[in-house]
C-alpha cells in the first residue's frame, strides 16, 4: 500500500482523463466562440474556461470529497430511487443515446468529409463508423489497460498534434482579430459561460471519476486521504491540459474570420486553418487528431456505461453490456450529426442545472449536516426550471411552438434573474439552499453521516 504516488504516475492519469474529456466538441465549440467573440474573446473565454473547464475539475472532486463511491450513492442524498433515475439518466445522456454516437459522426464530418465531400452518400458514414466503433469496442472491453492504452499512446497524440498547430498560429496569425458578432457585442462572459455547456464535460466528469478512482486505487492508494489527493493533482494535469488548447484553439478562431470568414460551425475553423499553414498534409493531420480525439472519449464513456449498468444489473455481463452500448452508438451514429444535436440540445439544458446544483449541494453539505431537507428543495427548484428550458429548447430544435408552455416561459423570463442567459435556475436554487439550510439548522435537521471514512465529517 502506497499513499504517494510519484510525479509520473499523476501525469499519466491526468493524461487519461484529459483524453476523456477532450472529444471532437471540444474542438469545435472554443474555435467557434473565437470567430464569434472577436475582439471580445477574453472575457468570452474566461467564461467558457470556467464551464468548460473548472466545472469539470469540480464534478471529479465532488465524488472524492463527497467519500461517495460512485454518482449513484452521491445522488442518492436526494432519494434513492432519484440517485438510480438520475444516474441511469445521465449515463444514457453521455453514452450510448447522444454523446458516444456524437464521437463517431463528428469525426467522420470533420475528419473524413473533406476527402469524401458532403454529398457521399451514406455508404462512407457507415464503413467509417463500422471500423470506429470496431475499435472502440475492443479497448473497451479490457478497462483495466485504459490507463496505458489512453494515457500513454492515444493522448499524447492529440496534444502534440494541437500544439504543432497552436504554435504556428500564435507566432504567424492569419489576420486580425475583428469586431464581435452581435452575441458577443455586450454580455461576452456570460454567453462564453453558458457556450461551455456544450462540450458536456461537466456532467461527463461525474461519470469519469469512478474511472480515475478505479485507476488511482490499481495503483496502490487506498485511503480516502491518499485518493482526494491524487484525484486533485491528476484532475489539475488534466484541465490546465485542456485549458491551454482551448485558448490556443480560440485564438486559432479569432484570427481565422479576416481570412475565411465566419463559419457555421467550428470544424471548418480548424480544418481551414491546417490546410492554411500545411497543405494537403494539414488536412490529414486534422483527420488524425479528429479521429484520435472522438475514439478516446468514446471508450471512455462506453467503458462508464458498461462498468455502471452491470453494477446496476449484475446478471448481465460487464462485455455484454459493452458490446450493446457500441451497437446502438454505431445505429445512432448513423443518423447524422445534425440529428443528434437537434435532440441532445434539450436533454442537456435539463441535466446541467440537476448536475450542477448537485455539485453546489455537495460543497456545501457540511454547512447544513447534510440535511435532505435542503438536497430535495434545491433539486426541486432545478429540476422544474430545467425541464421548462429543455421543452423550450425541444420546440426550438424541431422548429415547432408547445403552446401551453408559452405562458410558464414568460413568468420565468419575467421574474427569473438571467433567465435570457441560460442561467436562471441559478438564483433561486441558491435562494432556496440558503432559506432551507437555516430551517434545517433552526430545527435542528441533519442525515447521517455520508459515509463511514468520509472527507467531510
Known sequence: MQEKLPFSSYFVVGVMLFALFFGAGNLIFPAQLGQLAGDQLWPALIGFLITGVGLPFLSVLAIGYSGSRNLQELASRIHPVYGLLFSAVLYLTIGPFFAAPRTGAVAYEIGITPFVGQDAGFLPLLLFTLVFFAITLWLSLNPAK?????????APGIVVLLLVLIGVAVFRPMGSVLD???????GSFVKGFTEGYNTMDAIAALVFAIIVTSSIKGMGVTSNKGIMNATFKSGLTAILLLAVLYVGIAWIGATSVQKFGLFKTGGPVLSSAAEYYFGSFGTILMAV?????CLTTAIGLITACGEYFHLLLPTIGYKTWVFLFTVFSFGVANFGLSTIITYSVPVLMFLYPLAISLLLLTFTSPLFRHARLVYVSATAVAFIIGLADGLKALAESLETEFGWLNPVIHLLEEYLPFYDDGLGWVVPVIAVMVVTAIISRALGLSSEPVREGSLNH
Open 146 to 154: 485504459i490507463v496505458d492504452r489512453i494515457g500513454k499512446v492515444l
Open 180 to 186: 464581435p458578432e452581435a452575441a458577443y457585442a455586450s
Open 289 to 293: 487528431v479528429i479521429t484520435l480525439a
